[in-house]
């Protein structure tokens, strides 16, 4: 059964940074893409961020984090990071660990993780 499990969410200031970090079980991590959402209160889930799998070498950002946002991924660890910086109020929200089997179907994950908060105070 594969599993993703989210850590590295809390309280930062605006301006701050945060690392996220994915660690992924019971599947062949490097052969699948790897992406993080965020649904804030109130809001449907949104896309954030995707690597591709293996070589893991294409990656894909939601407009309102580019620049600010790299996902990044260990194959050897299992896992995937996401390193948030400049971080802003309105980045507040759940943030959500999936796969899918390639990138262009990152829109409809097979699997996704429980969540970490991120709360950025301004």
């Known amino acids: 059964q594969v599993q993703l499990v989210e850590s590295g969410g809390g309280l930062v200031q605006a301006g701050g940074s945060l690392r996220l970090s994915c660690a992924a079980s019971?599947?062949?991590?490097?052969?699948?893409?790897m992406g993080w959402f965020r649904q804030a209160p109130g809001k449907e889930r949104d896309f954030v961020a995707a690597?591709?799998?293996?070589?893991?070498?294409?990656?894909a950002y939601a407009d309102s984090v580019k620049g600010r946002f790299t996902i990044s991924r260990d194959n050897a660890k299992n896992t995937v990071y996401l390193q948030m910086n400049s971080l802003k109020p309105e980045d507040t929200a759940v943030y959500y660990c999936?796969?899918?089997?390639?990138?262009?179907?990152?829109?409809?994950?097979?699997?996704w993780g429980q969540g970490t908060q991120v709360t950025v105070s301004s």
């Open positions: 999936a796969t899918a089997k390639m990138l262009l179907t990152m829109s409809s994950p097979d699997y």
């Open positions: 019971g599947r062949t991590f490097s052969s699948y893409a």
């Open positions: 690597i591709t799998g293996s070589g893991g070498s294409t990656a």
